[in-house]
């Protein structure tokens, strides 16, 4: 716990919303095929709670694919407007992992790493001052 603001978001419709206590395990871009296609966009913008400093409200639906990476991939949806929010699943995993679009506050958002820049579409660049992975970091 630090004594930062908390950090808050949602989906579109507002019926789905988190809030977190402390400073992201992590923070970055996810340019995979996957991101990609969940998303519908040219990378995915995410950071990582510990499951014990956030907590989430409202009603999801969860989608469960098979992962680029091997095993499933659970994303969470808000159930009403369907909103992508949030990966892994609420009250089992030892992390959540919040998309940063959906953050009240985009500024409370650094992004530190670039992952999956291999499968990077030349229209999506990665900003300067990430540190780069082909694939994900070891
Ligand atoms: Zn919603
Ligand atoms: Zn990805």
Known sequence: MTDSAPIEG????????????????????????????????????????????????????RSEVPSLRGGIATRNHCGHCGSLVFGGIAGESDSITIYAGSLDDPSSFQPQV????????????????????ATMPD
């Open 10 to 61: 949602g989906c579109l419709c507002g019926a789905l919303r988190y809030v977190a206590y402390g400073a992201p395990l992590y923070a970055g871009l996810c340019y995979c095929a996957d991101c990609r296609k969940a998303s519908g966009s040219g990378f995915i913008p995410f950071l990582g709670f510990a499951a014990n400093v956030i907590t989430i409200t409202g009603e999801t639906r």
């Open 114 to 133: 670039a992952l999956f820049v291999r499968d990077r579409p030349s229209w999506a660049e990665v900003r300067p001052g990430l540190q780069e992975f």
